[in-house]
């Protein structure tokens, strides 16, 4: 007999179905062969069946039994075709009642004993189910919370195979006899912008044009390199600019959630991403590490920093090539990772925070101290960031020595709870403004967005003309000016851009602009 059960594969960060085909035969020697491009995964799962099929109070009859997982051109990975298997086997061998489930995608790894075991990237399926219109959706009970966030589908948690044998073996009876699993309820998440309390802008001495130039890249979505001695609190902005960012909206909130879900980096305590994700890679981080890669496709820090912020401290210590594979990232917001069996395309739209020394020792251009360096020293430091990567880091930043009268007086310093505010209040104009476009902040304008939404009178345009040649600016070292002359204008509620707020921008590029 043949048994259809539907369940999902995820490719990249997207879900496709795959139907699993169960067909006992009586014919031929007893076997248990499944077929369609299985890994060590799948291939293992016939053991994995087998037990939770005895243990649970039921038989794996002694035919020939074969699975198929289609499309068969597609490569199946991982555990999660154990529960539909197992399901399918039930139904094929008659211990379960043969019924139409086409309606309903299964998906979850089997202990030996029957439990149904917490699976990586289910929230990518539970979108392909909604999205292809089937009505339930069986995943295991240890992955509600992550399922929890899409509405307008039945999201059935499974405890163990017997369970689930139950929820269909007594679906005829009367409603007081039956053992039905209950599906659970969708749960509206509340966003927030906390991340450690330990960091708070209140507590950094001094810096208050660092502070001001990173109010405006979080409120923008600007990338930041800042530049200093050791010690002036470079490390202790960048740790503290979490604290004001600006609130995930919904969407951004599953976009990043499904990232996590697919590197397996979500957990019970932590089964939803709330808040913009902090990723802080060292620098002796890989290619494949910072980027993404593997043989089978697996997202990098870029990716997991997406909608988020990603912290390279001792930025030019990182190795060349792997600070020049983010240059097509930084500007187009995603990566794809091509293979022999087919590309994935994996989002990365993060705020870069980059911290460095100005040389060697650190102190090139100190007020108090000597630096030590040749100067041949510091020029091959210096270039150890090409100009293009530099060209697309929209604000550099000096980070001067904080000065003794700083450090031992009294001091009082804004909150990171009210310069969030302000963040808040500019990001939502910018809400406002891109409603119906693709895109959230001013940092992702492309040049048309920038003609429509970044007009300049002609004292601005002139400020920029001078800019220009003064600066020696590239063209897109003279777009994204201009960008973060429109965030200024947000944070101060300024519907135009004025000639101020671009002076303010022009202040955040180097002297000499590669």
Same mark, same amino acid.
């Given at each position: 007999?043949?048994?259809?059960?539907?369940?999902?594969?995820?490719? &990249?960060? =997207?879900?496709? /179905?795959?139907?699993?085909? @169960?067909?006992? *035969?009586?014919?031929? $020697? !007893?076997?248990?062969?499944?077929?369609?491009?299985?890994?060590?995964?799948?291939?293992?799962?016939?053991?994995?069946?087998?037990?939770?099929?005895?243990?649970? &109070?039921? =038989?794996?009859? /002694?035919?020939?039994?074969? @699975?198929?997982? *289609?499309?068969?051109? $597609? !490569?199946?990975?991982?555990?999660?075709?154990?529960?539909?298997?197992?399901?399918?086997?039930?139904?094929?061998?008659?211990?379960?009642?043969?019924?139409?489930?086409?309606?309903?995608?299964?998906?979850?790894?089997?202990?030996?004993?029957?439990?149904?075991?917490?699976?990586?990237?289910?929230?990518?399926?539970?979108?392909?189910?909604?999205?292809?219109?089937?009505?339930?959706?069986?995943?295991?009970?240890?992955?509600?919370?992550?399922?929890?966030?899409?509405?307008?589908?039945?999201?059935?948690?499974?405890?163990?195979?017997?369970?689930?044998?139950?929820?269909?073996?007594?679906?005829?009876?009367?409603?007081?006899?039956?053992?039905?699993?209950?599906?659970?309820?969708?749960?509206?998440?509340?966003?927030?912008?906390?991340?450690?309390?330990?960091?708070?802008?209140?507590?950094?001495?001094?810096?208050?044009?660092?502070?001001?130039?990173?109010?405006?890249?979080?409120?923008?979505?600007?990338?930041?390199?800042?530049?200093?001695?050791?010690?002036?609190?470079?490390?202790?902005?960048?740790?503290?600019?979490?604290?004001?960012?600006?609130?995930?909206?919904?969407?951004?909130?599953?976009?990043?959630?499904?990232?996590?879900?697919?590197?397996?980096?979500?957990?019970?305590?932590?089964?939803?991403?709330?808040?913009?994700?902090?990723?802080?890679?060292?620098?002796?981080?890989?290619?494949?590490?910072?980027?993404?890669?593997?043989?089978?496709?697996?997202?990098?820090?870029?990716?997991?920093?997406?909608?988020?912020?990603?912290?390279?401290?001792?930025?030019?210590?990182?190795?060349?090539?792997?600070?020049?594979?983010?240059?097509?990232?930084?500007?187009?917001?995603?990566?794809?990772?091509?293979?022999?069996?087919?590309?994935?395309?994996?989002?990365?739209?993060?705020?870069?925070?980059?911290?460095?020394?100005?040389?060697?020792?650190?102190?090139?251009?100190?007020?108090?101290?000597?630096?030590?360096?040749?100067?041949?020293?510091?020029?091959?430091?210096?270039?150890?960031?090409?100009?293009?990567?530099?060209?697309?880091?929209?604000?550099?930043?000096?980070?001067?020595?904080?000065?003794?009268?700083?450090?031992?007086?009294?001091?009082?310093?804004?909150?990171?709870?009210?310069?969030?505010?302000?963040?808040?209040?500019?990001?939502?104009?910018?809400?406002?403004?891109?409603?119906?476009?693709?895109?959230?902040?001013?940092?992702?304008?492309?040049?048309?967005?920038?003609?429509?939404?970044?007009?300049?009178?002609?004292?601005?345009?002139?400020?920029?003309?001078?800019?220009?040649?003064?600066?020696?600016?590239?063209?897109?070292?003279?777009?994204?000016?201009?960008?973060?002359?429109?965030?200024?204008?947000?944070?101060?509620?300024?519907?135009?851009?004025?000639?101020?707020?671009?002076?303010?921008?022009?202040?955040?590029?180097?002297?000499?602009?590669?």
């Amino acid at each position: 007999m043949l048994a259809k059960v539907t369940s999902a594969a995820v490719i &990249g960060l =997207d879900a496709v /179905p795959i139907t699993v085909e @169960v067909d006992i *035969a009586a014919m031929g $020697l !007893p076997s248990f062969t499944i077929v369609g491009l299985p890994d060590k995964a799948v291939e293992e799962s016939k053991e994995r069946v087998r037990a939770a099929l005895k243990n649970s &109070g039921a =038989d794996l009859p /002694p035919k020939r039994i074969t @699975v198929n997982l *289609a499309p068969a051109d $597609l !490569p199946k990975e991982g555990p999660a075709y154990d529960l539909p298997i197992a399901l399918g086997i039930l139904m094929a061998s008659e211990q379960l009642t043969a019924r139409d489930l086409s309606d309903s995608i299964f998906l979850g790894e089997l202990s030996l004993d029957g439990s149904v075991r917490r699976i990586w990237g289910v929230l990518p399926c539970v979108l392909l189910a909604r999205e292809k219109k089937f009505i339930n959706c069986f995943i295991p009970k240890e992955n509600i919370a992550e399922a929890q966030v899409v509405d307008k589908i039945n999201i059935f948690p499974v405890a163990n195979l017997k369970q689930l044998f139950n929820h269909y073996s007594t679906s005829h009876l009367p409603e007081i006899n039956r053992k039905q699993i209950v599906p659970a309820k969708f749960q509206k998440q509340k966003f927030t912008n906390i991340h450690d309390s330990e960091y708070d802008f209140e507590n950094i001495r001094g810096q208050e044009s660092a502070k001001r130039a990173l109010e405006i890249a979080a409120a923008g979505g600007h990338n930041v390199l800042m530049k200093g001695p050791p010690g002036a609190g470079k490390t202790l902005m960048a740790r503290s600019f979490a604290t004001i960012l600006p609130k995930l909206t919904f969407e951004e909130s599953l976009e990043v959630t499904k990232i996590y879900s697919v590197a397996n980096l979500l957990n019970q305590s932590n089964p939803i991403i709330l808040s913009r994700p902090i990723r802080s890679p060292h620098h002796t981080t890989s290619n494949i590490g910072l980027i993404g890669g593997g043989n089978i496709p697996r997202p990098g820090e870029i990716s997991l920093a997406h909608r988020g912020v990603l912290f390279l401290d001792e930025f030019p210590e990182f190795p060349r090539h792997v600070l020049e594979a983010l240059r097509q990232p930084m500007e187009d917001g995603h990566v794809t990772i091509s293979r022999a069996a087919g590309s994935v395309k994996f989002p990365c739209r993060f705020t870069l925070i980059a911290a460095s020394n100005p040389c060697p020792c650190g102190f090139f251009g100190d007020e108090t101290r000597n630096c030590t360096c040749m100067p041949h020293m510091i020029t091959r430091y210096q270039k150890r960031i090409s100009g293009p990567i530099l060209d697309r880091i929209d604000m550099h930043i000096s980070v001067p020595a904080v000065k003794v009268e700083k450090l031992t007086g009294k001091f009082q310093a804004e909150s990171s709870s009210q310069i969030q505010k302000r963040v808040q209040r500019a990001r939502d104009f910018q809400l406002k403004r891109f409603k119906g476009l693709k895109i959230t902040s001013n940092s992702e304008m492309n040049n048309k967005q920038l003609k429509q939404f970044c007009n300049l009178d002609d004292q601005s345009i002139l400020l920029l003309k001078q800019a220009i040649s003064k600066l020696n600016l590239s063209a897109r070292a003279f777009h994204r000016v201009i960008k973060i002359a429109r965030t200024i204008a947000d944070l101060e509620g300024s519907i135009k851009i004025q000639s101020n707020h671009v002076a303010e921008a022009l202040q955040y590029r180097p002297q000499v602009d590669s």
